[in-house]
């Protein structure tokens, strides 16, 4: 028997089938009983290729991610050793060192500050208890730049290198986890929860955040430490800045061993821009000129190509929905959340067969209220180019009255 397990496509399927019997329902106990018995260890790139498969089989992104607590705590305990002495999670300032320090100190956050308020509130449900923990969400809000810089820096490259899977289904938990955090805090506020039902949802909030922790640092961040280069670590790490830190400073700078020359010569290759002029049908612009007005305009804009995939995105001072440089070469699809994927299609399919020319959508955020459009980009001859999105806040735009001319009167 161990000679078959020990072969890879047969161990895949034998993992395959013991996460569709949980699918379909299983008992828990005996699945992860049927594991131990059949496998020693999992490596964290077999768990990425069995979500992969299943995704590709027709599995709905969803259901995977319904489950992917359950396939955690079968496999958690079986994964190979893959803190090796050498990986990247040990190297300060190493972007992967700072996510690991992050999560540290949200487990330290959770393990002490959050069940030390639980337990004074299981003892007294009074209002300063639940005052604690409210506090305690707000500060747990910080999370979310941990979340944005692992969707937005180190995702792209994962599915640059084929991984869409494991990061599709991570980033449907981190919605959930989101969006538990802001209904705790409500229901607290509202007064909907009785304290036993209040008790039970922050332990639940307490354990997803805890087993997504044990999913970045078992899977995606040996994933990723196999997988991108030098270069691309150090795009991350100077990245990393525009999204801040969670419960941490802002970490020394890494600095690398001596680039390859290859890696060298492709980093060079990928900064260098074009000289020259470039000539429109209004007029004449050299690179730069282009660069900075683009960058200068009160709105910000994004470009994808008839394939779907991000061409370009400005740059301006005070951006409304984070981008990074990563982005460029990804498809749109994969830019937003699993739940939304469906509305974009369908806006897209209405641009592509002249079913629409536009779409727009607004929503209050904080202190703006943010506009957002897309308009189908077409040729001379009606064809298809790509779609255009316009972001802007139109909040000080609301409140404009009267008039007021460039010359006076």
């Not at 018995?37 to 599995?59: C, P, R, T």
């Not at 470009?303 to 460029?328: L, M, Q, W």
């Not at 298809?384 to 000080?396: A, D, F, H, M, R």
Request: charged share 35%.
């Amino acid at each position: 028997m161990s000679e078959f397990i020990n072969n890879r496509e047969h161990r895949q399927k034998k993992l395959k089938q013991l996460i569709m019997k949980l699918h379909e329902g299983g008992s828990f106990d005996e699945v992860k009983k049927e594991f131990e018995k059949e496998f020693g260890n999992v490596s964290a790139k077999e768990i990425s290729d069995l979500e992969q498969n299943i995704i590709m089989e027709g599995m709905p992104i969803e259901e995977v991610q319904r489950l992917c607590n359950v396939h955690s705590a079968v496999f958690k305990g079986s994964i190979d050793e893959i803190h090796r002495t050498n990986s990247s999670i040990y190297t300060p300032g190493h972007p992967l060192n700072t996510l690991k320090r992050e999560n540290d100190q949200i487990k330290q956050f959770l393990g002490v500050k959050v069940r030390f308020h639980l337990d004074l509130l299981k003892g007294h449900d009074t209002k300063e208890n639940r005052e604690k923990i409210i506090k305690d969400l707000d500060k747990l809000k910080e999370i979310e730049r941990h979340y944005l810089k692992k969707e937005n820096l180190i995702f792209p490259y994962l599915e640059k290198y084929g991984m869409t899977g494991p990061p599709q289904v991570m980033w449907g938990v981190d919605d959930e986890i989101r969006e538990l955090i802001k209904k705790t805090k409500k229901e607290i506020k509202e007064k909907k929860d009785k304290k036993e039902e209040l008790l039970e949802n922050i332990q639940y909030l307490i354990t997803q955040i805890e087993e997504m922790i044990f999913k970045e640092e078992n899977i995606l961040f040996p994933m990723a430490d196999d997988s991108l280069t030098q270069d691309e670590w150090l795009k991350v790490q100077d990245e990393s800045d525009e999204f801040g830190y969670t419960f941490i400073e802002k970490p020394i700078k890494w600095i690398p061993p001596k680039f390859t020359d290859e890696e060298e010569d492709k980093a060079q290759d990928k900064d260098n821009l074009p000289s020259g002029k470039i000539k429109f049908e209004t007029g004449v612009l050299n690179i730069k000129e282009l660069e900075l007005m683009l960058n200068h305009l009160p709105f910000d804009i994004t470009f994808i190509d008839k394939n779907d995939v991000v061409k370009y995105f400005s740059h301006g001072k005070e951006r409304i929905f984070p981008r990074t440089k990563a982005v460029i070469g990804r498809t749109v699809q994969n830019c937003h959340p699993p739940s939304s994927v469906h509305i974009v299609d369908k806006m897209l399919d209405d641009f592509k067969n002249k079913k629409k020319e536009s779409e727009d959508f607004w929503i209050n955020m904080k202190d703006l209220f943010v506009y957002i459009r897309y308009f189908a980009v077409r040729d001379e001859n009606g064809g298809y180019i790509g779609s255009l999105e316009v972001t802007q806040n139109i909040k000080p735009l609301q409140e404009i009255s009267g008039e007021k001319r460039l010359v006076k009167e």
